[in-house]
DNA sequence: ATGCCAGGATGATCCTGA
């Protein structure tokens, strides 16, 4: 089984390029961030011409996440429970955003997670930022109270660089969101609740990004971040077998600035398939 | 402090991203 997550950075620009990767890469499921459309606009024929359902929540031209599958996609949840709300404008009702996506498939919970990204440390979306994380740490323990061999992936954009390892510059972050200490200290207690990264010891550092930005040739001068990851419970975590980033992906004309993420998971114990 | 690049919506310019 292969799962993987990827920021696109708009799905209608890129699906193409995300649907081919689908096939090349032979991806079981792919949770994507940032679709950047409605559920009307999601191209989903493409996807469905290459054997994947797809789930989606998106209202607007901003977030939108979603998750395809070839191995089955059920209970389908919008949001998670206690899901902070964000108002763009102060006479606009605040509501849940499309940042969390979660469906059952090939045996295991998959949440497709846009963590805000804060916009900078005195922005009222960073107290947002910190509220969400902090949510989807309650929310998530439960999950791995009321079952701890759960097997459940968080994955996505977290919008988060854990260490100092995870950015080209900390001197370029001083004062900057992303690796702020309450950002950090809200990303380990999720580590503590349960979820571990099962990327990074198939992808050791120093130097290993996921996302680059657009601007200054960061890709080429391998100026980026790595704050794309896939968290998994203990039940999840046993059967990864191999990780990795698929940095090529990054490269060429029409590429998204961030890279997709990968694991490969042995099949669970008593499992037929395949 | 700002633009640098990119996508989207609207209709040459703003908002957002990280």
């Known amino acids: 089984m292969r799962l993987a997550t990827w920021n696109v950075n708009s799905i209608r620009t890129r699906v193409d390029r995300v649907t081919d990767w689908l096939e090349r890469a032979d991806v079981d499921v792919l949770a994507m961030q940032e679709t950047k459309c409605t559920d009307a606009q999601f191209p989903s024929m493409p996807f469905a011409a290459l054997g994947y359902e797809v789930a989606h929540v998106g209202v607007s031209q901003w977030n939108g996440v979603a998750i395809a599958s070839r191995v089955g996609l059920a209970d389908i949840e919008i949001g998670f429970a206690g899901q902070p709300t964000w108002s ?60 701890a061999g759960a097997p459940i992936a968080l994955v996505g954009d977290w919008n988060i660089a854990p260490t100092d390892e995870d950015v080209w510059s900390t001197e370029a972050y001083l004062g900057h969101t992303h690796v702020s200490e309450p950002e ?91």
Not at 106 to 118: A, E, F, K
Not at 184 to 193: C, D, E, L, S
Not at 250 to 268: E, N, T
Request: glycine letters at 10%; a neutral charge.
């Open 88 to 147: 763009s404008k102060p006479d606009v009702e605040a509501t849940a955003e499309a940042r969390a996506l979660g469906a059952t498939c090939g045996g295991m919970r998959v949440w497709s997670l846009y963590v805000p990204n804060g916009r900078s440390l005195a922005d009222p979306h960073y107290a947002y930022k910190l509220d969400w994380l902090a949510a989807l740490r309650d929310t998530a323990a439960g999950w791995l109270g009321d079952d």
């Open 184 to 274: 950090r200290a809200a990303f380990h207690a999720i580590n503590n609740a349960g979820f571990t990264d099962v990327v990074r010891p198939f992808t050791p550092g120093p130097g290993v990004y996921t996302y680059w930005d657009y601007t200054q040739l960061a890709f080429q001068k391998r100026r980026g971040m790595r704050i794309d990851f896939i968290l998994g419970s203990p039940a999840l975590a046993a059967r990864v077998r191999h990780a990795e980033i698929g940095k090529d992906e990054r490269r060429g004309k029409g590429a998204s600035d961030h890279a997709p993420v990968l694991i490969d998971l042995d099949d669970q114990p008593g499992d037929t398939t395949q």
